[in-house]
Nanobody
């Protein structure tokens, strides 16, 4: 599978962005799809997951501000990010979760300026 993330950009504190991830094959082929992020000098961290079975989860650090969704018919996964903060600045990566490994797309940069 190939994953193409888009939607990143430069925004000011409090603004919103919607990231999109387009998969080259059906996302139903994977138990889960998700988003991770990596800020400069830090390890990649998990942000949100949407499961094939229907459930979804988001990290406590972004709960109440971020929401993950999916469109199975379009092979798309989205990350709606509201009330953005400077600490949300990072490269955001889409991932397809297999049982024992993940497939990663290229990242999309999100910069939140105060």
């Amino acid at each position: 599978v190939q994953l193409q993330a888009s939607g990143g950009g430069w925004v000011q504190v409090g603004e919103s962005l919607r990231l999109s991830c387009e998969a080259s094959e059906s996302i139903l082929n994977f138990p889960g799809m998700g988003w991770y992020r990596q800020a400069p000098g830090l390890q990649r961290e998990w942000v949100a997951t949407t499961l094939r079975a229907g459930a979804s989860n988001v990290a406590d650090s972004v709960k109440d501000r971020f929401d993950i969704s999916r469109d199975n018919a379009k092979n798309m996964v989205y990350l709606q990010m509201n009330s953005l903060r400077p600490e949300d600045t990072a490269v955001y990566y889409c991932t397809a979760m297999k049982r024992t490994s993940n497939v990663w797309g290229q990242g999309t940069q999100v910069t939140v300026s105060s």
